[in-house]
Structure formats: structure tokens, C-alpha cells
């Protein structure tokens, strides 16, 4: 079963929902596939036990070789290849390793090398909860090959639990694709429906089965994320009251079921019901 927990925007509480879910059900994966800014490990803790760095392909220009004839520039999409009159400047940050440059050069002057855009960490948190989390290098924009290291930890066997980043963007479909379910985590607020709509448009694209939960339940009095659930026919599968108690608690790294332990029988409830509805779409 992989679950992946996601929010048209930052700041819904979408990190919450996947850290408590996980403490509740204990034998799980965790993965924080929110590789620009990973913020998991400082609710769940875990030890971390190996780190494998993510790279990527970049293409190695053989000078002796090369004849200056610009083919490979004028292939590459991205403008990571430049070719003026006596040299051929590559952009390392700009390439997305497609290798077209590779296959258009007459002289076989193009091989590999490998660039590092990041890291995972691989771990334990709550003695049974496996963690993984990826770590984007700063001012490199490829977070897709680390979500994809992120998510290659995934066992067959277990219950994996996927923390996407927020928006809904390359990075959060990257995330979602071929999960069982997913579940949206929005507030009760004009922004927080205005990107749940967006975020909906979105999972439904991709097939997968969703459903909703609204944080901070009660801010601001606002019922039109309900109303757009019903008239959508969207489960809201659960609500997370608007408390002092909670925000407390977050704020200082603390999951909900530690503070309030009647919450983890909702969690597993949560799980529970969650597994039911993708049985029965099966
Ligand atoms: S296509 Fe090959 S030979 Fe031509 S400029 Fe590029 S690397 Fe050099
Ligand atoms: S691998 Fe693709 S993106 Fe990178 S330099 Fe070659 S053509 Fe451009």
C-alpha cells in the first residue's frame, strides 16, 4: 500500500497528517519526498543509518575529438550547450540529462560523467518506522532523479508513506504517480480551496484514488471547502480542529499522538478506512 500525502499549497499541515499517520501505524515507510526543504526528520527523529548520493548524467566533451560543429548545442532543448566559433561551453545546471547531445554528435565525442545533485538518507525512527528523505543541492534545479531515489526504497511488502512537497508542480506529480491513494490536506479558507481545486484536477489526471482532510478545522468560519467535497463527491476523510494546543505542539517539533493519544486510533482509523476504499475501487 503506498499512500502518498500531498496540499496544493505549504503550510496546510500536510506534513502533520503524514508524520502522525506514520507514529500511529509504526510499521511503515516513511518517505520525505519534499527534497527543496525536508522538514520530517525534525517530528520523527530518526537515526540515520547510510546516505547515497543522487546523480545524474552530464555529457564529457572529448576536445581531441570534437570539430566544433555545434550539432550538439543546437539539439540540446535546455540552451545547457552553447557552441561558439573555437569552443563549446556547457551550463551544468541547466541540463536535464536527456543525452539528445550524446546521440546527435558525428564524432562520438560525447561520453558520460556523472553529476551530484543531492542525497538520501536512509534510517529508523520509532524503532519500526523505516525513513528516507531526500535532500536537494541548493541551487540545483533537479529534484525529480532525487524523489526518484527517494521513492526506489519503496518494499513491496509494507505500507509506505510518501510526503510530497507542496504545490503542483513537476516535483508533487513526480511524488503521486503510481500511488494507491492520496490524501489532499487543506485549511478551511478561500486559498486553501482555491489550490485543494487545482490539487484535485490533478490527482484525478493521474487516476489515483483521493480523498480530503482539512486542517485547522474551524478557522475563520469558512464552509466552502466542505461544500465543494459535496458537490464534488470527495471524501473528507478527516478534520483536525483549529486548537492553541495543537499549533503548540508543532511548533515545537512535537507530532499530534504524542500530545493527544487519542489521536492514533483516529490515524489508524484513518489507515483503516483508506485501505477499505482502495479495495473497493479495486
Ligand atoms: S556535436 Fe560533437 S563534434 Fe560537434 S560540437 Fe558537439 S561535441 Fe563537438
Ligand atoms: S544531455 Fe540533453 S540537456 Fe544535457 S546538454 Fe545534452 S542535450 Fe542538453
Redesign the pocket.
Known sequence: MKISIASGKGGTGKTTVAINLAISLQECQFLDCDVEEPNAHIFLKPTILTTESVTVYNPL?DDE?????????EACEFNS?V?LPNT?IFFKELCMSCKA?EF????D??SEQRFCVGEINIGKAYDSIEFVNGLLDIGIPRGIPVIQKVKSKIKNNSIALLDAPPGNSCPVIETINETDYCILVTEPTPFGLYDLTIAVNVVKSLGIPFGVIINRDGLGGDNSVEEFCKKEDIPILMKIPFEKEIAKAYSEGKSLVEIMPEWKKRFQNLYAEIERRVKFNG
Open positions: 566533451i575529438k570534437c570539430t566544433k560543429c555545434g550539432l550538439c548545442a550547450l557552441a563549446i547531445c546527435v554528435c558525428p564524432e565525442a560525447i
